[in-house]
């Protein structure tokens, strides 16, 4: 069972936020995503919002950055470790530009872009750049066809469409990879059905166990009943994790412990059907960030499979 990380500093909502994050910078981005690198992590992700109304700001601080630059950056100074957008808000942007920046993306980094995306839910944002919000479901329904063929081999990649319509227009460098993976998140029945039926993975947003099971079949069904039988990729968020005894309150929700323990409890995500776990840790600096990593890549990784 694989196994990534949503990087930290780079989104700063107080749902997960550690304290050190606020001081934070491009450095200590850059150290965290080396060291999942080094540690045999699938991948390293970005979340995506344009901008956080003050109704939200409180909660959602204004700290998100963008995902194309950050993951670019981060290709830079990684090698082998993809590039997940956890998830790219694709319908506030037209396909051929969300294309052309993620295909750049995917040729500098040599075929290393997992592209994630999601409907959204920030209503401010679509208002703000003009996009329908109460549509965002059916335009991200069709954002994903366009990007199909605009991600796809041809150097004149064509889309008609109700709300996008385009041909004639090249545009080079193509992606690296022959078929860039697009995972779908959320967790409503209309994003596991788009899921099933238009990605080529899940990531659902913390559900618990059962919840997720439930999810995962009706994920099989759909998939069965439409004749869908290719490479197809579930994910999972753990809650959050401490390896080893914590010198410190990790809190209640926090599953601390040896490895075997830490483990064992991954394990139980790759029995329902999950093929990659994204992890999350407490830490109260980036140096104690990076030595959970570690410890998690060379003791708790091994005993995953």
């Not at 990534?4 to 491009?26: D, N």
């Not at 950055?65 to 290709?75: G, N």
Request: charged share 20%; glycine share 12%; aromatic share 6%.
């Amino acid at each position: 069972m694989a196994y990534g990380i949503q990087l930290p500093v780079q989104s700063q909502s107080t749902l997960y936020t550690e304290p050190w994050e606020a001081a934070a910078g491009p450095e200590d981005l850059v150290a965290v995503a080396r060291a999942a690198d080094a540690a045999g992590f699938a991948y390293v992700a970005a979340c995506d919002h344009v901008g956080v109304p003050h109704r939200l700001a409180a909660a959602m601080s204004t700290v998100w950055y963008d995902p194309v630059a950050t993951l670019a950056h981060l290709a830079a100074v990684t090698e082998r470790v993809r590039l997940l957008s956890h998830v790219a808000v694709v319908g506030l942007r037209h396909p051929l530009l969300t294309a052309k920046q993620y295909a750049t993306l995917d040729h500098l980094s040599g075929g290393r872009l997992l592209l994630g995306v999601g409907a959204g839910h920030v209503r401010e944002e679509f208002e703000a750049l003009g996009v329908d919000f109460g549509r965002r479901g059916a335009v991200l329904d069709e954002t994903m066809d366009a990007l199909r063929a605009a991600l796809g081999p041809d150097e004149f990649p064509e889309h008609h469409g109700t709300h996008y319509d385009f041909a004639g227009l090249g545009q080079r460098p193509r992606p690296s990879q022959p078929h860039v993976p697009l995972w779908v998140g959320g967790s409503s029945p209309a994003a596991v059905r788009r899921a099933a039926l238009k990605g080529d993975g899940w990531l659902p947003q913390g559900d618990p166990r059962e919840r997720l099971a439930e999810g995962i079949a009706r994920i099989r069904r759909l998939r069965e009943e439409a004749g869908l039988d290719g490479p197809y990729t579930v994910g999972a968020l753990s809650g959050p994790l401490y390896v080893g005894r914590p010198a410190w309150d990790v809190g209640r929700r926090t599953l601390a412990g040896a490895p075997e323990r830490i483990a064992a409890s991954l394990r139980e995500y790759r029995a329902l059907g999950v093929g990659q776990v994204q992890v999350r840790f407490r830490s109260r600096s980036r140096a104690e960030l990076i030595e959970q990593i570690g410890v998690f890549g060379a003791e708790v990784a091994p005993r995953l499979d």
